[in-house]
């Protein structure tokens, strides 16, 4: 409880926070707290006034009552406005955390990433498996992982998230059903041993589509594995760089395996995630296409990951063209979300997800925390992306996690760490941007991926009116949508 004398006695400040207005209603997104907040008149011009000058408590005290407030009502306003630290002063201490703090080392393990192969049957022109991004692969590693390693991940999983009710496992490539009969094996034992522990299991997988069979979606869908297509978009798109070692391109061979998958595969929402590239950026023509004509439930967007100097990178002009049709689609989303309707552009979904949460993060992702890589050949990695790179390994599912190197890796990656994320409204929801994509960018996991700021404080501030509008225009709709989605 804030002592009377220490109320008014310090000088007050504004906190760190970025206004915004949504449905003509003025908010605040609390930095500290990863909090959005509803302003009334009266705190509106007061935190206006605070973000010119400095002021006592008389002063400020004097403010809110100028705008409206009595006097219990000033001083109730201000006690509230420190706690949320939506203003600071120098005789109070903050009631609430000012960074997020690292979660401890033993943190619970949740989910586990499994590269089943590091073989695919295309040859994309940007992938980083293959392209000149990817992380030397060291020789003498197996191509494929073995069902002794994939039942090895899966006791590992089960044993090192104990006390979570439920864990996850996702299947990556590599082309992912290139190793279908293992995929299979894991399953049907996880569940097994999940059940017999009284717990749940969940999967999910991430494919290119060239491989699905009959059987391969009957399987999925029975076992409600969640299902991400890596595809950008309608032929002449997607054959520009989804190409297979010939150079021919994969829409064709795709086209009719994933009409059969979506009209099949009911148990769960099938997922299209494209990478936009140089002359890939037609992303209204590309989320019309998935949607309403393959029938995709969610259609995600992100740049490619480059060293910067990649002739399919795509250049400033084109990611303002991006960013024009990502507000378009995000118009779009919010009309949907005021008739109380889902909309499938899922870069405003999970942002909207997040911000439901509260999340303040002290890492961008899971990555290290309570997500772990495993190789073919069972080494950890922080995730997915790091899979078979010596350098980024954080132990091998037979000897355990290497402590010590996952520390470094951790206390390298918070956000603390990034001396230009510390002024930066954003960061909450940011904390830097992923790993993978700083070490490709910058040659360290820990620096901040300056390349996005812009492009990510502009995106974050679309999504938080977004959420504005809805919170004010269709309350109900926040909570069904996080219903929906499983957010707490
Ligand atoms: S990387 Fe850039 S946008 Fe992200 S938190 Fe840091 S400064 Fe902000
Ligand atoms: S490090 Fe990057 S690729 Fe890996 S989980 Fe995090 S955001 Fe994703």
Redo the contacts with the bound molecule.
Sequence with gaps: MTSMTALTSGRYRRGELHEFEAAGQPFMYLVSAGAIFALDEGANAVLRKLGQVDMSHAELAQALRDAGYDRADAEELIRELLFVQGIVSDAVRPAVAPSPATPPADFPLQALVLNVTNQCNLACTYCYEFGADKIATPQGKPKFMTPETAKASVDFLLEKSAGHQAVHITFFGGETLMNFKLLREVVLYARGRAEAQGRTIGFSLTTNATLLTDEIIAFLSEHEIGVTVSMDGPPDLQDKHRVYKSGKGSYAVIEPRLRKLIAQHRTRAITARVTLTDGVTDVIRIYRHLKDDLGFHEVGFAPVTNSGDRDYMIGDGAMDEVLAQFHELAAEWLEHALRGEMHGFSNVSETIGELIQGVNKSH????GLG?LGVSPSGDLS?????TDADTHTLGHIATGIDADKREDFLSRGHVSAKYECQTCWARPLCAGG????AFVRYGDTGHANLHYCDWIREWTDACLRIYGAVSVQNPDFLERFAARKGLS
Excluded at 364 to 367: I, L, R
Excluded at 382 to 386: E, G, Q, S, V, Y
Excluded at 434 to 437: D, L, T, V
Aim: charged letters at 15%; hydrophobic letters at 20%.
């Design positions: 961008p992702c899971g990555a997500l922080p995730c997915h992306r790091f992923c790993h993978h994509e």
